[in-house]
């Protein structure tokens, strides 16, 4: 009786999603996702659920394949000689091969006052925070929304749609990743929607009804957002997983950890040769279906191959009324080439929703997402070879 091979896919966001469906198509495979909630949540919604536009969950049986065996816990350890998981459950699992796709989150700020007055919009459980705090306060309160990326705008943009008065303070220009005159249009989107932008500003303290900026100013401030900064679990770290300085786990180009070859990570939470891929969906959905190949390769005693992620661009809500899509080269530099305004706006909804949808699609059909496991890139191989030539120069310094 042939035994049957455990892989274990710890985080139930986009990549952990695919990967876990990837795998599935294995018959000698019993799959696993080991997620802290019970529902998948559409991160690039959350700034709707703190609007009310969208709810930003779903059932996880509407996108995980019927044999992925699904446990709602939070794994606070991986003990990697045993190749165990332990659980805050207390209950402990097995893998034989463990995909670590756990995301991302809001960095902690150093800013006094910021930890506890205002709100970071990573989670479920923060958006529904923030969701309750704008319920409390009056409509014509003023807010500050902090950060200038795309977290910060789509919340400032949705919430000032409702009427709301908001203000953007970045310590850069708005939309840094956008093409000029993209950015040009979303200061403009922003604008007609009365968002005040404060650019090239930093902020010096929060308290619970005010921001204060670096440079005297004070900002009254009913609810305050914190969109800057990006951080991850340290669960790698913690486990002995060597990891860059944010505490993505440090793969090879196969997304295998330099540690060990039984772990793989994909999504925000992996560092593919020290040069990680930027945060968003574009990225997630291929990094978990090249994980699971990198896995199903192993178990077939095959090497793994080495796959670059075509990035197209960066999608922003500005509302429910405009938006904009910027494309971007394959190296993820933005072009001088986008789509705004309504069009805009159908794209985004469009992008946003087809991710969703397949993830469902891929959950009937496994084997649909085969194709996004064979991409390589000669400029990201040699990115690559420039940035290990610079590390070891560094080393040898």
């Not at 799959?31 to 659920?49: A, D, E, G, K, Y």
């Not at 007055?117 to 990573?122: G, I, K, Y």
């Amino acid at each position: 009786m042939t035994r049957t091979t455990d892989v274990v896919v710890v985080g139930g966001g986009y990549a952990g999603v695919v990967a876990a469906n990837r795998l599935s198509t294995a018959p000698n495979l019993q799959v696993t996702l080991v997620n802290p909630r019970s529902t998948f949540v559409q991160r690039i919604r959350l700034h709707q659920r703190t609007a009310g536009t969208h709810d930003a969950v779903t059932d996880f049986a509407d996108v995980l394949a019927p044999t992925v065996r699904l446990t709602v816990d939070t794994v606070t350890r991986v003990d990697l000689p045993s190749r165990t998981l332990v659980l805050d459950s207390g209950a402990a699992a097995r893998y034989d091969y463990l995909v670590y796709a756990v995301g991302s989150h809001s960095a902690p700020s150093p800013v006094p006052g910021a930890s506890g007055h205002a709100h970071p919009l990573s989670t479920l459980e923060q958006a529904q925070a923030l969701q309750h705090s704008l319920a409390a306060t009056s409509p014509a309160e003023p807010l500050v929304v902090v950060g200038g990326g795309a977290t910060g705008i789509e919340t400032a943009a949705e919430l000032a749609e409702t009427g709301r008065p908001v203000t953007v303070v970045t310590r850069g220009e708005v939309g840094t990743y956008l093409h000029p005159g993209a950015r040009r249009e979303v200061r403009r989107q922003l604008e007609r929607l009365g968002v005040t932008l404060l650019e090239g500003v930093t902020v010096g303290a929060v308290t619970s009804r005010s921001v204060h900026l670096s440079d005297g100013r004070e900002l009254p401030s009913a609810v305050t957002v914190w969109t800057a900064g990006f951080g991850v679990p340290d669960l790698a770290a913690r486990s002995g997983l060597s990891t860059d300085a944010v505490g993505r786990v440090l793969t090879d180009e196969t997304l295998t950890s330099v540690d060990d070859e039984r772990v793989v990570a994909a999504g925000d939470s992996a560092a593919p040769s020290g040069l990680a891929y930027r945060m968003s969906c574009a990225a997630a959905l291929p990094l978990g279906a090249h994980a699971a190949a990198t896995v199903l390769r192993r178990v077939a005693g095959e090497e793994p191959t080495r796959f670059s992620v075509p990035m197209p661009g960066q999608c922003l809500s500005l509302g429910r009324r405009a938006g904009i899509l910027q494309l971007s080269r394959r190296d993820d530099t933005a072009t001088p080439v986008y789509v705004g305004g309504r069009l805009g706006a159908w794209l985004k909804e469009s992008v946003t929703a087809g991710n969703l949808a397949s993830l469902g699609m891929v959950a009937r059909y496994p084997g649909l997402i085969a194709s996004l496991t064979t991409v390589h890139d000669p400029r990201r191989a040699r990115r690559v070879a420039d940035h290990t030539a610079a590390a070891a120069a560094t080393r040898a310094d």
